[in-house]
Nanobody
Framework: QVELVESGGGLVQAGSSLRLSCAAS????????MGWFRQAPGKEREFVAG????????HYADSVKGRFTISRDNAKNTVYLQMNSLKPEDTAVYYC?????????????????WGQGTQVTVSS
């Protein structure tokens, strides 16, 4: 079981940028895909972005395409989510997750480990 710890959340104004980080434990980080999800109050947890074990393949939710970028540094066991042009509707708790396989997925059931989440609040 891999342990994941997110950081980098905060309170920002609309139009600002934030970079979230997720540090993973273990020696097999480079073998599995990773993803970011978010959950706003009263809503279901939703897929935001995902990438393959190498980082060569990425997927994004339509709502963040062109504004968010997911990346990973396998030497540091870390995955990142660069968030630009933030909007109030991006306000949520953001979770990173480790996939069961080497490629990204948009389905929560395809992920085996989750971090504790980091709060992102975007004011208008």
């Amino acid at each position: 079981q891999v342990e994941l710890v997110e950081s980098g959340g905060g309170l920002v104004q609309a139009g600002s940028s934030l970079r979230l980080s997720c540090a993973a434990s273990g020696r097999t980080f480079s073998s599995y895909g990773m993803g970011w999800f978010r959950q706003a109050p009263g809503k279901e947890r939703e897929f935001v972005a995902g990438l393959s074990w190498s980082g060569a393949t990425t997927h994004y939710a339509d709502s963040v395409k062109g504004r968010f970028t997911i990346s990973r540094d396998n030497a540091k066991n870390t995955v990142y989510l660069q968030m630009n042009s933030l909007k109030p509707e991006d306000t949520a708790v953001y979770y990173c997750a480790a996939a069961k396989g080497s490629h990204p997925s948009t389905f929560r059931s395809d992920f085996r480990s989750w971090g504790q989440g980091t709060q992102v609040t975007v004011s208008s």
